[in-house]
């Protein structure tokens, strides 16, 4: 069992910045790969970015490549979501993933079908 809680969402002007917090607790954090997704209203949930066991391996969707950066600390069982340069359309509620399966691969999946574990999400809010 895996227990993720997302932190820093909040309200931001276009072009500022925010950085997201997951923290992991349960199966050990460090064995498997991380994901962020979000879902805007109306819209279907989509990835966001994804980073392997080690974080020597690091996915974007395009639309945010560039201006977000995914990192992890196994240490801290922590992964982050880096957002500069936010633009309206990024608005949503962001959710972190956890796809134990993935063990020690060289590979992050980018699907939201191969995640297992999901946070309760935290609202991202950008104004223009």
């Known amino acids: 069992q895996v227990q993720l809680v997302e932190s820093g969402g909040g309200s931001v002007q276009a072009g500022g910045s925010l950085r997201l917090s997951c923290a992991g607790s349960g199966r050990s954090f460090s064995s498997y790969a991380m994901g962020w997704f979000r879902q805007a209203p109306g819209k279907e949930r989509e990835f966001v970015a994804a980073i392997n066991w080690s974080g020597g391996r690091r996915y974007y969707a395009d639309s945010v490549k560039g201006r977000f950066t995914i990192s992890r600390d196994n240490a801290k069982n922590t992964v982050y979501l880096q957002m500069n340069s936010l633009k309206p359309e990024d608005t949503a509620v962001y959710y972190c993933?956890?796809?134990?399966?993935?063990?020690?691969?060289?590979?992050?999946?980018?699907?939201?079908?191969?995640?297992?574990?999901w946070g309760q999400g935290t609202q991202v809010t950008v104004s223009s």
């Open positions: 993933a956890a796809d134990v399966q993935s063990g020690y691969r060289d590979y992050a999946a980018t699907r939201l079908v191969e995640y297992d574990y």
